[in-house]
């Protein structure tokens, strides 16, 4: 795979099985960062024409030990290389800092989510394409939803509600505001629950003024 990528002059940062004969364990960790409150020690060396990044994540490395000695103490048979623990081994053909390489293999949850999304929530995996000029329309239609749907989930995250409402459900409940035409342009009765809803994320006030524009 890594040299099917490298030969194909893809950019690649991907990780290592811990057995990988070319991880040396032994190698000093003298770098040192921090990563959502958790503490990494690291380091990087040349294996091959590829540059390997070598991590101890020491919450990892503490979780992995105690259910170790735990299982232990019950009396169950297990294998535990202990130099093992906590350790992550990254392979690139590019050579970077130790922390930027860790922040490209971490942010690839992102970026897996993103392409969930797209398939599954917006269902952009079914296009009917006719023409350039439709495929072209698909695409941006399809990065405009996707960045709605990132507005709405920072919002959601940023109020900390995203663990009792989706943005699927956010989405549904304001689709039922609708707008109408008194002689001048003004938004229906608003349900309780959207009304409950906007408040609590805190975009009633934006309500209020493009009602009162």
Do not use: C
Not at 81 to 108: M, T, V
Not at 129 to 143: H, K, M
Not at 182 to 191: A, Q, W
């Amino acid at each position: 795979l890594y040299d099917d990528l490298d030969k194909e002059n893809v950019k690649f940062v991907l990780p290592l099985p811990r057995d990988d004969k070319r991880i040396s364990y032994e190698e000093e960790l003298s770098e040192v960062f921090e990563y959502r409150d958790r503490i990494i020690k690291s380091t990087s060396y040349p294996a091959g024409s590829y540059r390997l990044y070598l991590y101890e994540d020491q919450d990892l490395k503490h979780t992995e030990t105690k259910n170790y000695y735990k299982l232990k103490l019950d009396g169950k048979e297990v294998s535990f290389n202990e130099p093992w623990a906590g350790k992550i081994a990254l392979l690139s053909n590019e050579k970077l800092d130790p922390e930027e390489a860790y922040l490209i293999w971490k942010n690839r949850g992102k970026i897996e989510r993103a392409f969930d999304v797209l398939q599954n929530l917006l269902e952009t995996d079914k296009p009917y394409i006719s023409s350039e000029d439709v495929f072209r329309g698909y695409l941006f239609a399809s990065f405009i939803s996707l960045t709605g749907y990132y507005l709405v989930l920072n919002h959601l995250q940023t109020y900390e509600v995203n663990n009792k409402v989706s943005v699927k459900d956010v989405l549904f409940e304001f689709s039922k505001i609708r707008i109408e035409d008194r002689g001048y342009l003004t938004f229906s009765e608003i349900p309780k629950k959207v009304r409950e809803l906007a408040e609590e994320l805190e975009v009633d006030k934006i309500m209020h003024k493009i009602w009162e524009s």
